[in-house]
Structure formats: C-alpha cells, structure tokens
C-alpha cells in the first residue's frame, strides 16, 4: 500500500497529524486573505478586494472543515484540494506559492511518516494482544534505547 494516498481511512495518528497541518494552515491563509484584500485596496482601480478576502476566508473555513473530516474516507481527497487550492491562491498573492508549497511539504511528510507511526502502533497492539512472552521485556527495552 503506498503511503501518499488520495482518499480512504487513515491511522488514528495520521488524520490527527493532518487535521493539525489543516488547522495551521487555515491561519497562514486567513491571514494572506487579509494581505490579498490590502493589495486591492491598495490598487485604486481595483474593486476586487472584498471578494478576495471572501474566498480567502472561505478557504480559510475549508480548512476547517476539511481538518474536522480526516476521519471520513474523503476527508483526505478535501485535504489535497485545499492544498491545490492554496497553491492556486497564489495567483492574487504571490507568496502564497510559498506558503502551498511549505503546508504540502508538511502534508505529504505527514501522510508518510503517520502511515508509518499507525503501522508500528498495529503492530506493537498486535503483538501485545498475542501475549508473546518476550514482547513485554522488548518494549520496555524499546522504551530505554529509543
């Protein structure tokens, strides 16, 4: 199974680890809303500032809510259309490129690492459930080494 997957139920540690990268990134973009609707202001022929604050806080709210859904199957196909999306955003500011790019760096990395971390708990609980002899000396020594 591939670790970058694009819809379908994650590890309990993975959707946590998501929804957090969800929720700061909702902050990085309500605030490059803000900076989006100055730089119209700014333009003194331009009206399009208050619709750019709008849909900044609108993707800003859908990250929100794709962070409170990581635990549905599609939960994980809203995260990478909030990440495309943001990546987008760029088009009005341009630092937001940066800024994308950064959150899917943290999203990709999370998506790998938290398959690992929910592959390693299974198999930790599994073997804990079998009742192996040895199990409960290897953890504690996995406690003190690492």
Do not use: H, N
Not at 70 to 97: D, E, I, Y
Not at 107 to 131: I, P, S, Y
Request: proline share 2%.
């Amino acid at each position: 199974m591939s670790p970058t997957i694009f819809y379908g139920q994650t590890g309990k540690f993975t959707f946590r680890m998501l929804a957090t990268v969800l929720g700061g990134q909702s902050i990085c973009i309500l605030l490059g809303a803000l900076v989006a609707r100055a730089i119209a202001a700014a333009d003194e022929g331009s009206r399009s500032g208050t619709a750019y604050l709008v849909v900044g806080l609108g993707l800003g709210a859908l990250c929100i809510v794709a962070a409170g859904l990581m635990r549905r199957p599609w939960g994980v196909t809203l995260g990478w259309v909030v990440q495309a999306l943001t990546l987008l955003s760029a088009l009005v500011v341009p630092m937001m490129f940066v800024v994308g790019l950064f959150f899917l760096a943290l999203w990709v990395t999370c998506l790998v690492k938290g398959a690992k971390v929910d592959a390693e708990m299974a198999r930790r609980e599994a073997a804990a459930g079998t009742g192996e002899a040895g199990a409960g000396a290897g953890d504690a020594a996995d406690r003190v080494d690492g």
